[in-house]
Protein backbone atom coordinates (compact mmCIF):
# COMPACT_ATOMS: atom_id res chain seq x y z
CA UNK A 1 0.00 0.00 0.00
CA UNK A 2 1.15 3.48 -0.72
CA UNK A 3 2.87 4.54 2.32
CA UNK A 4 1.98 8.68 1.37
CA UNK A 5 -1.27 7.70 0.36
CA UNK A 6 -1.89 6.17 4.01
CA UNK A 7 -1.27 9.36 5.45
CA UNK A 8 -4.15 11.61 6.54
CA UNK A 9 -4.51 15.34 5.95
CA UNK A 10 -5.16 17.43 8.81
CA UNK A 11 -7.73 20.36 8.23
CA UNK A 12 -6.80 23.85 9.79
CA UNK A 13 -8.81 25.82 11.40
CA UNK A 14 -10.76 28.19 8.53
CA UNK A 15 -10.65 25.70 6.13
CA UNK A 16 -13.71 23.96 4.87
CA UNK A 17 -13.59 20.58 2.85
CA UNK A 18 -16.31 19.21 1.34
CA UNK A 19 -17.07 15.97 -0.55
CA UNK A 20 -19.49 15.54 -3.26
CA UNK A 21 -18.74 12.15 -4.96
CA UNK A 22 -15.86 11.94 -7.09
CA UNK A 23 -15.69 16.17 -6.34
CA UNK A 24 -13.92 17.66 -3.40
CA UNK A 25 -13.98 21.21 -2.43
CA UNK A 26 -11.57 22.83 -0.50
CA UNK A 27 -12.30 26.57 1.22
CA UNK A 28 -10.19 28.96 3.15
CA UNK A 29 -8.83 32.37 3.94
CA UNK A 30 -6.83 32.43 0.39
CA UNK A 31 -10.17 31.28 -1.65
CA UNK A 32 -11.75 28.19 -3.05
CA UNK A 33 -10.02 24.75 -5.03
CA UNK A 34 -12.39 22.01 -6.87
CA UNK A 35 -10.48 19.00 -8.10
CA UNK A 36 -12.19 15.85 -9.35
CA UNK A 37 -10.74 12.68 -8.21
CA UNK A 38 -9.97 9.39 -10.59
CA UNK A 39 -13.13 6.67 -9.89
CA UNK A 40 -10.43 3.83 -8.26
CA UNK A 41 -10.16 6.30 -5.12
CA UNK A 42 -12.32 7.46 -2.71
CA UNK A 43 -12.00 10.69 -0.19
CA UNK A 44 -13.59 10.75 2.85
CA UNK A 45 -13.72 13.15 5.61
CA UNK A 46 -13.67 12.18 9.20
CA UNK A 47 -12.73 13.77 12.60
CA UNK A 48 -11.34 16.98 10.99
CA UNK A 49 -9.04 14.67 8.34
CA UNK A 50 -9.09 13.92 5.03
CA UNK A 51 -8.76 10.39 4.58
CA UNK A 52 -7.52 9.50 1.42
CA UNK A 53 -8.58 5.55 -0.18
CA UNK A 54 -8.22 3.64 -3.29
CA UNK A 55 -11.51 0.68 -4.07
CA UNK A 56 -9.44 -1.46 -5.72
CA UNK A 57 -5.67 -2.91 -5.78
CA UNK A 58 -4.95 -2.43 -9.67
CA UNK A 59 -1.86 -0.93 -11.09
CA UNK A 60 -3.94 2.65 -11.68
CA UNK A 61 -5.13 2.15 -8.42
CA UNK A 62 -2.16 2.51 -6.56
CA UNK A 63 -0.51 4.73 -8.58
CA UNK A 64 -3.21 7.12 -8.20
CA UNK A 65 -3.52 7.03 -4.46
CA UNK A 66 -0.31 8.99 -3.73
CA UNK A 67 -0.94 11.41 -5.93
CA UNK A 68 -4.41 12.31 -4.75
CA UNK A 69 -3.46 12.45 -1.51
CA UNK A 70 -0.40 14.65 -2.40
CA UNK A 71 -2.79 17.23 -4.84
CA UNK A 72 -5.27 17.42 -2.01
CA UNK A 73 -2.67 18.06 0.62
CA UNK A 74 -1.22 21.17 -1.87
CA UNK A 75 -4.71 22.28 -1.85
CA UNK A 76 -5.09 22.51 1.80
CA UNK A 77 -1.98 24.30 1.95
CA UNK A 78 -2.36 26.72 -0.88
CA UNK A 79 -5.92 28.35 0.74
CA UNK A 80 -3.95 28.36 4.02
CA UNK A 81 -0.91 29.94 3.09
CA UNK A 82 -0.44 29.61 -0.36
CA UNK A 83 2.36 29.22 -2.74
CA UNK A 84 5.42 30.87 -3.90
CA UNK A 85 7.67 30.97 -7.09
CA UNK A 86 11.04 33.68 -7.31
CA UNK A 87 12.39 34.34 -10.32
CA UNK A 88 15.49 36.54 -10.83
CA UNK A 89 16.30 38.69 -13.86
CA UNK A 90 19.54 39.11 -14.78
CA UNK A 91 21.62 41.78 -17.40
CA UNK A 92 22.18 45.63 -17.74
CA UNK A 93 19.19 47.42 -18.38
CA UNK A 94 16.44 44.07 -17.91
CA UNK A 95 13.48 44.83 -15.58
CA UNK A 96 10.17 44.00 -15.20
CA UNK A 97 6.79 46.00 -13.95
CA UNK A 98 3.35 45.13 -13.66
CA UNK A 99 0.55 46.80 -14.48
CA UNK A 100 -3.15 46.13 -14.58
CA UNK A 101 -2.75 41.80 -14.72
CA UNK A 102 0.19 42.50 -17.22
CA UNK A 103 3.69 41.86 -16.71
CA UNK A 104 6.06 44.11 -18.82
CA UNK A 105 9.87 42.71 -19.83
CA UNK A 106 12.42 44.41 -20.85
CA UNK A 107 14.93 41.82 -22.04
CA UNK A 108 17.52 43.69 -24.11
CA UNK A 109 15.51 43.71 -27.06
CA UNK A 110 13.86 46.71 -29.35
CA UNK A 111 10.35 45.54 -28.10
CA UNK A 112 9.29 44.60 -24.80
CA UNK A 113 7.82 41.12 -23.94
CA UNK A 114 4.24 41.11 -22.72
CA UNK A 115 2.93 38.30 -20.26
CA UNK A 116 -0.46 38.43 -19.43
CA UNK A 117 -1.39 36.72 -16.12
CA UNK A 118 -3.77 33.89 -15.49
CA UNK A 119 -6.69 33.77 -12.81
CA UNK A 120 -5.42 33.59 -9.27
CA UNK A 121 -1.84 34.18 -9.60
CA UNK A 122 -0.03 37.74 -8.45
CA UNK A 123 3.41 38.95 -9.54
CA UNK A 124 5.57 41.18 -7.11
CA UNK A 125 8.25 42.90 -8.36
CA UNK A 126 11.26 44.69 -6.59
CA UNK A 127 14.94 45.68 -8.03
CA UNK A 128 18.38 45.52 -6.83
CA UNK A 129 21.61 46.58 -8.21
CA UNK A 130 21.36 44.61 -12.21
CA UNK A 131 19.19 41.98 -10.95
CA UNK A 132 15.46 42.29 -10.93
CA UNK A 133 13.77 40.04 -8.37
CA UNK A 134 10.08 38.55 -9.51
CA UNK A 135 8.01 36.47 -7.22
CA UNK A 136 5.01 34.17 -8.26
CA UNK A 137 2.12 34.13 -5.99
CA UNK A 138 -1.27 31.91 -5.75
CA UNK A 139 -3.06 29.27 -3.97
CA UNK A 140 -3.06 26.68 -6.77
CA UNK A 141 0.62 24.70 -6.78
CA UNK A 142 0.42 23.97 -10.28
CA UNK A 143 -0.68 26.97 -11.83
CA UNK A 144 2.45 28.59 -9.71
CA UNK A 145 5.04 26.58 -11.20
CA UNK A 146 3.63 27.07 -14.69
CA UNK A 147 3.71 30.68 -14.52
CA UNK A 148 7.24 30.73 -13.58
CA UNK A 149 8.29 27.83 -16.36
CA UNK A 150 6.76 30.06 -19.27
CA UNK A 151 8.65 33.06 -17.78
CA UNK A 152 11.75 31.13 -17.02
CA UNK A 153 11.29 30.23 -21.32
CA UNK A 154 10.68 33.40 -22.51
CA UNK A 155 14.67 34.29 -21.85
CA UNK A 156 16.51 31.48 -20.26
CA UNK A 157 19.97 31.94 -19.01
CA UNK A 158 22.65 32.12 -21.42
CA UNK A 159 26.05 30.10 -20.62
CA UNK A 160 28.18 32.74 -21.86
CA UNK A 161 27.50 35.63 -19.43
CA UNK A 162 24.44 34.19 -17.90
CA UNK A 163 21.98 36.69 -18.60
CA UNK A 164 18.29 35.72 -18.49
CA UNK A 165 15.58 34.48 -16.53
CA UNK A 166 15.98 31.82 -13.55
CA UNK A 167 15.09 30.69 -10.92
CA UNK A 168 16.01 32.14 -7.40
CA UNK A 169 18.81 29.57 -6.34
CA UNK A 170 19.44 28.16 -9.85
CA UNK A 171 23.22 27.88 -10.67
CA UNK A 172 24.37 28.43 -14.23
CA UNK A 173 27.32 26.78 -15.29
CA UNK A 174 28.96 28.65 -17.36
CA UNK A 175 31.43 28.37 -20.69
CA UNK A 176 34.39 30.22 -21.03
CA UNK A 177 34.29 32.35 -24.26
CA UNK A 178 36.57 32.07 -27.25
CA UNK A 179 40.09 34.47 -25.56
CA UNK A 180 39.81 31.34 -23.30
CA UNK A 181 40.04 28.61 -25.47
CA UNK A 182 43.91 29.48 -26.78
Partial sequence: MSRVGKRPIDIPDG???TVNGQSVHIEGPGGKLTRRVSPPIEVKLSDNRIIVERLRDTRQGRSLHG???TLLANMVE???AGFEKALEIHGVGYRAEVKERRLTLRLGSSNPVNFDLPEGVEIDTSREAQITHVKVKG???QVVGEVAAQLRAIYPPESYKGKGIRYSGE???RKAGKAAAT
Avoid: E, P, Q
Wanted: aromatic share 0%; net charge positive; charged share 35%.
Fill in 67 to 69: LTR
Fill in 78 to 80: GVT
Fill in 171 to 173: TVR
Fill in 139 to 141: IDK
Fill in 15 to 17: VKV
